[in-house]
């Protein structure tokens, strides 16, 4: 049996993060008492210009002191509250390929996810429907059938092959996927 937890976009735009991490627990204990199975407590979907998205929203809790607190500090500032930092994610609907990816902090516990995110999210959500992504290393338009793809990142050719990106001169992302065992 399968079940899905769909999100109104306006609940996305105007409820506060902390109710709207309340609801979606709320709501997946009910799913698992329908279905008789346990789902990830942060994922739901959302439909976008008609199509379907899994997304997932996650507090990027960590402890002082270590490397992803360190990381979180680079990124946010010294004074960062990692308690909160989430992280919003989106996939496509057969969930094999990211088409968003984004950590954000927010300032109040009242306040909705922000609205700049949103609007990425959004974007991002719109590219996919006309075949394109943004490539999961530079952030520059390719396209979602492309096979540069490692797990669920795809990759535009230059940072595959190395050009430009995380492994530029190291052979790409290409290399890092061949020498992947999948084990």
């Given at each position: 049996?399968?079940g ?10 105007s ?5 709207f ?9 009910a799913l698992k008492?329908?279905t ?9 979907m ?8 899994a997304?997932s ?12 607190h ?6 946010f500032g010294a004074n ?5 930092c ?5 996939w496509?609907?057969?969930?094999s390929?990211s ?14 996810i922000?609205l700049?995110v949103?609007n ?21 338009e390719c396209?979602?059938k492309s096979g ?6 795809t990759?535009?050719?230059?940072c ?9 001169g ?11 065992t999948?084990n």
């Amino acid at each position: 049996m399968y079940g899905a937890i769909i999100v109104d976009r306006q609940d996305l735009l105007s409820t506060p993060i902390v109710d709207f991490e309340r609801k979606l627990k709320e709501k997946m204990v009910a799913l698992k008492v329908i279905t008789g199975y346990g789902f990830d407590d942060s994922n739901w979907m959302l439909v976008h210009e008609l199509k379907f998205y899994a997304l997932s929203l996650r507090r990027e809790r960590c402890s002082l002191h270590t490397p992803r607190h360190k990381e979180l500090k680079g990124i946010f500032g010294a004074n960062v509250d990692t308690n909160k930092c989430y992280v919003l994610v989106a996939w496509a609907d057969d969930g094999s390929q990211s088409v968003f990816h984004r950590l954000f902090t927010i300032s109040d516990y009242k306040e909705p996810i922000p609205l700049e995110v949103l609007n990425e999210l959004f974007g991002s959500l719109r590219l996919c429907g006309k075949g394109l992504v943004k490539c999961s290393d530079c952030g520059k338009e390719c396209n979602a059938k492309s096979g540069n793809r490692y797990f669920a990142g795809t990759y535009c050719d230059d940072c595959w092959l190395g050009r430009t990106g995380k492994y530029q001169g190291k052979k790409g992302w290409q290399e890092v996927e061949r020498r992947e065992t999948y084990n």
